[in-house]
């Protein structure tokens, strides 16, 4: 079992799309554990994007997502980090397929909608920054052997 860490960010919660987001990982038979909506502190945001410190966008990124709140989210699965990358789709909204989340909403950057963790290391650390271990939930879903 893996968890990754989705974050819906301002653009996502602002445009109305957190039930349309979270259906999607829902339909593709992966496990919410935790959630909560906030928005970050400085130094959160700044931590969340520490691998792009020293980058011409890292300033840009850091304001966008502790400018307003965010909808964080630890999904669980075999394989979560992948799957859900790829159905967030490319991070160039103009290269992101249809069928995934950028691919149908995202225009332009930053405004991408959403952030998932490239890897076990990155998504342990990206979890820790936003939530604390009485958050999480623990929970069997009868569906599960079937997906
Ligand atoms: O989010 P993802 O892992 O797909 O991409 P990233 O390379 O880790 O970049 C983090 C975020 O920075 C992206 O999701 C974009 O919102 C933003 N970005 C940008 O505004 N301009 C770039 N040239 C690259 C990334
Ligand atoms: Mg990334």
Redesign the pocket.
Known sequence: MERTFLMI?PDGVQRGLIGEIVKRFENKGMKLIAAKLIQPTLEQAKNH?I??EG???FA??VD?ISSAPVFAMVWEGQDAITLA?NL?G???AVDAMPGTI?GDFAAR????L?????GPDSAQREIANFFEPHEFTSYDKDIQPWI
Not at 109 to 112: A, S, T
């Open positions: 960010k994007y691998e792009h980058k011409p966008f840009e990124i966008f990358r967030i490319k991070t160039k950028r950057n930053p405004f991408n959403i952030h998932g963790s490239d």
